[in-house]
């Protein structure tokens, strides 16, 4: 019997059934010979998408995979058969919201996005860790009369 840890891989003839793993070839991944992580699997047939493959050769996001069992509706199954639309998905813990989660247990709504950084602000965050409002301001430039005093002394 090979030692399936000397170089993390076995031969195509082994499989788990006979004892033998084919272990991903990075170092310390237990998957099959190259996991998806680390670049193994089918992918899209398109060039430019390289997701995983879920179903009909198309990632999720272009097809594949269950969709929604809605009537005309060709989005993706996000849990009970249906899409986040229509009641697929967590739901917010909330009583009485309809609202999907989007962080933890809770919809935008209830709290469930990540807040501004900058202090004090109760706003969603929207991309650097700052709310919309936030997000363009910098740090004020210190006074003209400073910077010349600091380009003087040097």
Do not use: M, W
């Not at 996001?61 to 969709?67: A, E, Y």
């Amino acid at each position: 019997r090979p030692n399936i840890f000397s170089d993390y891989s076995l031969c195509p003839e082994h499989c788990s059934k006979h004892r033998g793993v084919k272990l991903c070839k990075r170092h310390a991944c237990q998957s099959g010979g190259l996991c998806l992580k680390h670049g193994e699997g089918q992918r899209f047939s398109i060039p430019q998408c390289s997701n995983t493959v879920k179903s009909k050769r198309l990632c999720k996001k272009h097809g594949g995979g269950l969709r929604c069992q809605l009537d005309g509706c060709n989005k993706s199954s996000q849990g009970k058969g249906f899409c986040r639309n229509h009641g697929g998905g967590q739901r917010c813990a909330v009583p009485h919201s309809t609202k999907g989660t989007q962080r933890g247990h809770y919809c935008s709504r209830h709290g469930g996005y990540p807040k501004c950084i900058v202090d004090g602000c109760l706003r969603e965050n929207r991309g650097g860790g700052r709310c919309a409002k936030h997000r363009n301001e910098t740090l004020p430039s210190p006074p003209k009369s400073e910077v010349l005093a600091e380009l003087v002394s040097l």
